[in-house]
């Protein structure tokens, strides 16, 4: 069950930045899937995702699948430390092997279309043990609309944690992306524009987070995208204030840690849609904190 809540809370994560129906199907775990396009949401159990963590899904304006993105399940292919692409008809995308990532990864991979161009999309992804940022290229244009791979595992930063986010620039058209350094307090932040992936841009906020490399817990925005959770595996959990325009981090308040005393630390994070609340999980237990009051 804690498994179903942390994915849950991680699709949420991927995809609360978009405005229309792009997040509408889900694919993740073991074959499990949801359409968001009907009301209730209906299952699907035509996708072929199989994943303890890392998964994301991306639909075009209309809410039908475009690409879904899962790491390989290292239990059926030892040691295969890489991503499986899926195009719209479930089969395994063009040029699309070899792409970095893995199956255990709390934020491992990212869809985000470029802007101004519907038909190119950039696929982030974090490399286990290196533990660093690469992107990939997908054109739809390429098999007959199912898209393919034009170019793969560019680098963009290294000694990185396993969160991975993004949110809406202030302008409506162009997209932060943001992971955490490891060993450090810095977040590293990345534009993309029509023009491609701008920065790397740093800023210091909030604790000094891994201890041991990876870092497992969530980076997750607010609903209006002006505050930011920061859940780490090891004990630490900041909530931040985000500037969509400047993409200025500011730490709003470090949250007391002595409810956590037992076993595995913060992991999964989001806020309510009217922002008021924010929801962590441990384990499992679920806490709700309230972010109308001072304390």
């Known amino acids: 069950m804690i498994r179903i809540v942390m994915l849950i809370i991680l699709q949420v994560a991927c995809f609360s930045s978009f405005g229309q129906n792009e997040r509408n199907i889900w694919y993740f775990g073991k074959y499990a899937g949801l359409d968001f396009n009907i009301i209730p949401p209906s299952y699907l159990s035509d996708g072929f995702a199989t994943t303890y963590e890392a998964s994301c899904s991306i639909s075009d304006k209309n809410g039908d ?5 899962n790491g390989w399940d290292t239990a059926v292919i030892p040691y295969m430390y890489q991503l499986q692409v899926w195009n719209r008809d479930h089969h395994i995308m063009q040029n699309s092997s070899g792409i970095y990532g893995n199956t255990s990864m709390t934020q491992g991979i990212l869809i985000l279309p470029k802007p101004s161009d519907s038909t190119i999309y950039y696929l982030l ?4 043990f290196n533990w660093d940022l690469h992107y990939s290229i997908i054109d739809m244009n390429l098999d007959s609309g199912r898209g393919g791979l034009t170019q793969k595992n560019i680098f963009l930063s290294d000694s990185i944690t396993e969160k991975l ?6 302008n409506g058209r162009d997209w932060w992306i943001i992971t955490h350094q490891w060993g450090t307090n810095i977040y590293i932040e990345y534009l993309l524009t029509p023009w491609g992936i701008m920065g790397p841009y740093t ?11 990876g870092t497992p817990g969530q980076l997750v925005f607010s609903q209006d995208g002006n505050m930011l959770c920061m859940a780490n595996h090891e004990g630490q959990l900041d909530l931040l204030s985000f500037d969509r325009c400047t993409g200025m981090i500011t730490i709003i308040e470090s949250l007391d840690t002595t409810l956590f005393t037992f076993g595995l ?3 999964g994070c989001s806020f309510s849609p009217d922002n008021k609340v924010l929801y962590v999980s441990k384990w499992n237990q679920l806490y709700q904190f309230d972010l109308t009051v001072s304390n």
């Open 65 to 69: 699948m475009l690409i879904y993105v």
């Open 165 to 170: 986010t993004t949110i809406k620039h202030a």
């Open 203 to 213: 800023i210091g906020a909030g604790q000094t987070i891994g201890v041991t490399a």
């Open 125 to 128: 992804s974090i490399r286990p």
């Open 265 to 267: 630390q913060y992991y």
